[in-house]
């Protein structure tokens, strides 16, 4: 995990660069992002940021989550064919890397390997694809719920 203070202070430098408007509410919603580790969803994060913002929408939320997405700088993970859950988000970590899913909890961890230069060549090279990003994922059940007696 990135430091969190240095990851917020490069996301509001990046919004101050493009000009954006840096609200008390959106700066608190990126201080969370930045400071996440547990890849929240937006619904988190609006209760999160209601504690301090209790005038806040959940609109707000949404907009601030799809200008960084459009600036690539929070990675949005898909995890709807797993119970319905919607998306999470990873601010801290944008990059494109493998993560870990439970599917019974629905706990996500960052995988702590890269995928390398060669796989990315050979499957550009087999499929004829420029490969512009990348994502793996891995579902499982993670160790709590084994202990618990999850299948």
Known sequence: MRDPEQRFQELIQKLRTRAYRLTPQRVALIRLLA???GHPDAAELYRRLL???PTTSLATVYKTLNLLKE??????????????EGSRFDGNDPTPHPHLICVRCHRILDGQVSLTEEILQAVQGQSGYRVISHRLDFYGICPECQAQGAN
């Open 35 to 37: 400071s996440s580790e």
């Open 51 to 53: 504690e301090q913002f």
């Open 71 to 84: 600036m690539g700088e929070v990675l949005e993970i898909e995890i709807d064919g797993i119970g319905g």
